[in-house]
């Protein structure tokens, strides 16, 4: 069971938004920056956002993050069938001193 | 570019060991800190801990003390992480991924991400 709670699974149609959650708690979440991931089908997770809200190069600003309180947030706008993945979210857990990471959650576009 | 190129496939019987290779290009590698990643079939990622590529030391995430190990060859900027006595179930994908760890004083937090992820060594343990 992971540290960080995600909906198991999001869908919606090309060209719409979708919201994915991150709960965490006030020794993760509520205290440290969170990342996310994008995992697409046999391939290694992708860097999309970090320190909350910042997007690496080259990521489109499609992708965006925020955080409030134990609980942070991907959205994702334009959706193309090309964003069907896995997301993850993950954060420092200072009372366990180790990086958690939520259980991922699987994007449907339809 | 940044990349880290890891070690291919592994077939191993209960018992043995073995080493997965991440050799990273593109940067300076002791600017970094290199972390291990798990993903067991059909699973999600679960973190095995870190490595400091000035001075070697490595620390491990509970669950992954003993029987793992992190180590390094800077003359070729490369990571290894070695597991023994291995059982059926580690078999999983393992990634290197260079690690942006600590702490920030301006805002209080920790930092912890992970950018570029190695391409993954599944490492199958089967009699």
């Known amino acids: 069971q992971s540290v960080l709670t995600q909906p198991p699974s999001v869908s919606a149609a090309p060209g719409q938004k979708v919201t994915i959650s991150c709960s965490g708690s006030s020794s993760d979440i509520g205290i440290n920056f969170v990342s996310w991931y994008q995992q697409l089908p046999g391939t290694a997770p992708k860097l999309l956002i970090y320190?909350?809200?910042k997007r690496p190069s080259g990521i489109p600003d499609r992708f965006s993050g925020s955080k409030s309180g134990t609980s942070a947030t991907l959205d994702i706008t334009g959706l193309q069938t090309g964003d069907e993945a896995d997301y993850y979210c993950?954060?420092?857990?200072?009372?366990?001193?180790?990086?958690?990471f939520g259980g991922g959650t699987k994007l449907s576009v339809l | 570019q940044v990349q880290l190129v890891q070690s291919g496939s592994e077939v191993k019987k209960p018992g043995a060991s073995v080493k997965v290779s991440c050799k990273a290009s593109g940067y300076i590698f002791s600017t970094y800190a290199m972390s291990w990643v798990r993903q067991a079939p059909g699973q999600g990622l679960e973190w095995m801990g870190w490595?400091?590529?000035?001075?070697?030391?490595?620390t491990y995430a509970q669950g992954f003390k003993g029987r793992f190990v992190f180590s390094l060859d800077t003359s070729v900027s490369t990571a290894y992480l070695q597991i023994s006595s291995l059982k059926a179930e580690d078999t999983a994908v393992y990634y290197c991924?260079?690690?942006?760890?600590?702490?920030?004083?301006?805002?209080?937090?920790?930092?912890?991400?992970?950018?570029?992820w190695g391409q993954g060594t599944l490492v199958t343990v089967s009699s």
């Open positions: 991924a260079r690690a942006d760890l600590g702490y920030d004083f301006l805002t209080g937090y920790h930092k912890a991400w992970f950018d570029p």
């Open positions: 490595i400091n590529t000035n001075t070697g030391n490595a």
């Open positions: 320190e909350d809200n």
């Open positions: 993950g954060t420092w857990d200072s009372s366990l001193s180790v990086v958690v």
